[in-house]
């Protein structure tokens, strides 16, 4: 029974990457972001349980919906958002935008555009691990749809061939852009699928983060006892459409859910029913989102005002 | 101290040593510890350094190459070896989508320290995925560094200092410049990015990448005969490139040749003849001229890949042209013919 702080802990971290998700959905109408921006709303539970889980000084590979695992690991909202105002202060000095936030510095190694490219990338990160002989983990995290790249198969092969302590964790909406798991999968599921390689594998729910933690902490008990890699496939439901703000139901290429549905599928709203349930008091609960909101505020206004690079900065960091 | 000893020697020299100096370098990739070592060019490493450092993996080009990003992100020094540069096609997502521009998207919060070498090959049926050299399309991407030694020395003091570089570093060997020897002193350092003059002339500049080197340098010794001095210039590194001394010889010589080892269409060649064309502009006699792969895939059969490669004859011929000289009678010369060096199959 996790404890009422711990919850308000994890609870606030959702409410965090939600929160600047939501304020961006209001400022995004308004061309300020100009950036690609998927948001992660529904799927904040599964960076959030994840990491939760994980050591000091593991590493982390993400995707092009990073939002969530990005604030989490950094908690750097002034960051996040002068990147997505393009300004030289933000995480990426201007040249990431949404797409590759990193934060080396916090073990957020790499994000990528291109679906499935991070999966070997991570994998070399937990070799590095194994040749240092070091004990230190590394979690990749992933859409459904790299499953079906040809670089997921060569980047589980490997890493269970060397027996490497990663955590392959697929975060499946069902969805790749618009195209459901119906029209692309040719495998009978995903757990079948990973059936064939020699590695630890789990499949939730992923909008109840407890749940997350639950599954994560369970196989990474397995891959502490024999070296091999994990692979967690957790399902969510993807609120806005693939890429910007809004909402996409009514092009009918996908069901809207009921509202009470849609209660059940909200990371938020879920962890905040288990927080009634543990006593949380909704003055305290009030109090923080006002923190957050504030805070929140203060970034954007920040980002809005910050600089642009100056155009020297075009042909920097290229190489060192 | 200066001893002579062969290409795949100086590579195999340049490993060793820094694996020696560093635990974090390691070599990696489909045949590297196998009974033939990539030609030779690992060979003892696995003996020296063991199997941890000297590995052989999954038929995975694509995910090596990410895996080694990986890794040099992590603090290691990895050197992906490709016994043919046709195949790191497989690994262009991570060339292009990751190992060149990570640094970049980071805004310089991560660099990438790696080394990928790939063998060009050549002749004995090599045809068309088995022969291209691609080094211009590597070259293409801002963040990779693009490096072709053509001698033993090159070969040797380049590899290291690629391993040194903290930035991603494509290393392209030809198959046949293997057996070429010549003097390397250890303690020698070449840095990346300075072209060389292999050999002094005042008529002509032949700007040479990679085998075009050897073909060369045995058309200006035909045509020292008549008395014509090629001035050869070994451009060694593509990215990034050299300008002054390649400048500087064109304004000598008033005419440049590019003797690239790529298709002549769109290839680097075009990028020297633009950067001689500007810098040279008054100082040139002649239009700038190119030579390289005709432009077809590279056939199997003997006959159609002769003309399908430039020579030593086709640089004589091109000179001639620039130079407005009659043919040399080039009866009784002895051109390279690899069936003297390289029996293949491989």
Redesign the interface.
């Known amino acids: 029974m996790p404890s009422l702080n711990e919850t308000m802990d994890l609870y606030r971290r959702i409410l965090l990457i939600r929160m600047c998700e939501e304020k961006i959905r209001e400022v995004y109408p308004g061309d300020e972001i100009k950036s690609p921006v998927h948001l992660s709303i529904g799927q904040e539970a599964i960076p959030v349980g994840v990491c939760h889980c994980m050591p000091r000084g593991t590493r982390y590979f993400g995707t092009y919906r990073n939002h969530a695992l990005y604030l989490n690991l950094t908690n750097d909202v002034e960051g996040f958002f002068c990147e997505l105002y393009g300004k030289a202060s933000g995480a990426g000095r201007g040249k990431a935008g949404s797409m590759h936030l990193m934060a080396p510095e916090v073990g957020l190694m790499a994000t990528s555009a291109v679906v499935g490219t991070t999966l070997p990338v991570a994998v070399g990160a937990a070799l590095a691990c194994q040749y240092q002989g070091g004990d230190g983990w590394t979690v990749v995290f992933f859409g459904d749809g790299a499953m079906e790249e040809g670089v997921f198969g060569e980047s589980m092969n490997f890493a269970c061939l060397r027996g490497l302590r990663i955590l392959f964790v697929c975060e499946d909406n069902g969805l790749a852009i618009h195209a459901p798991a119906k029209d692309r999968r040719g495998y009978r599921s995903v757990m079948d699928l990973t059936q064939a390689f020699d590695c630890y594998a789990a499949s939730a729910e992923g909008q109840d983060v407890f749940k997350v933690i639950e599954k994560t902490r369970k196989i990474m008990e397995g891959m502490e006892q024999a070296p091999k890699p994990g692979f967690l496939h957790f399902t969510y439901h993807r609120f806005l459409e693939h890429v910007g703000v809004n909402e996409d139901y009514q092009h009918g290429y996908r069901k809207r859910p009921s509202d009470q549905e849609l209660r059940q599928l909200d990371p938020a709203q879920v962890l905040s029913g288990q927080m009634a349930r543990l006593g949380g008091v909704e003055a305290d609960l009030e109090k923080m989102r006002n923190e957050l909101k504030e805070r929140i505020e203060k970034s954007v206004a920040q980002a809005r005002a910050a600089p642009f690079p100056e155009p020297g900065e075009l042909c920097t960091e290229v190489v060192l | 101290m200066t001893r002579t000893i062969t290409y795949r020697e100086a590579l195999n020299l340049a490993m060793r040593r820094e694996m020696e100096a560093d635990e974090d370098v ?1 070599v990696y990739g489909l045949d590297v510890p196998d009974h033939k070592r990539i030609f030779g060019s690992t060979k003892g490493l696995v003996e020296q350094f063991g199997l ?1 450092r000297c590995f052989g ?2 038929l ?1 080009e ?15 020094r ?1 050197i992906l070896t490709h016994i043919r540069t046709d195949f790191m096609l497989l690994g262009m ?2 060339l292009g ?2 190992l060149s521009c ?10 990438v320290p790696m080394v990928i070498r790939s063998v060009v090959g050549r002749g004995w049926g090599q045809s068309a995925q088995h022969s291209k050299s691609m080094f211009g399309i590597f070259a293409h991407f ?2 990779l ?1 693009v490096v072709l030694p053509s001698r033993p020395q090159d070969a040797y003091s380049l590899l290291r200092a690629a391993v040194r570089d ?2 991603p570093v494509i290393f392209i060997e030809h198959r046949w410049l293997y057996d070429v020897e010549g003097p390397v002193d250890e303690q020698v350092t070449v840095p990346i990015g300075q072209p060389v003059v292999v050999r002094q002339g005042k008529d002509l500049t032949v700007l040479c990448v990679s085998w075009m080197n050897v073909e060369a340098l045995k058309a200006a010794e035909v045509l020292a005969r008549r008395g014509v001095e090629l001035e050869v210039v070994d451009v060694r590194s593509l990215a990034p490139l050299g300008r002054d001394l390649i400048v500087e010889s064109v304004k000598k010589t008033g005419r440049c040749l590019v003797a690239d080892y790529d298709w002549v269409f769109a290839g680097f060649s075009a990028e020297l003849a633009a950067v001689v064309g500007h810098d040279c502009f008054r100082e040139l006699k002649c239009p700038v001229e190119r030579v390289g792969f005709a432009h077809a895939p590279c056939p199997a059969t003997r006959p159609l890949e002769n003309l399908f490669y430039p020579s030593a004859v086709t640089l004589i011929r091109m000179a001639e042209k620039m130079l407005g000289l009659d043919e040399t009678d080039l009866s009784g010369e002895n051109f390279y013919s690899y069936e003297n060096k390289f029996k293949g199959p491989f």
């Open positions: 390691f941890n993996a999954p995975s694509d995910a090596l190459t990410g895996i080694g990003i990986g890794a040099a992100l992590s603090g290691l990895p997502n991570q989508n990751m990570l640094r970049y998207m980071s805004g310089g919060k991560v660099h801002p963040g560094r903290p930035n």
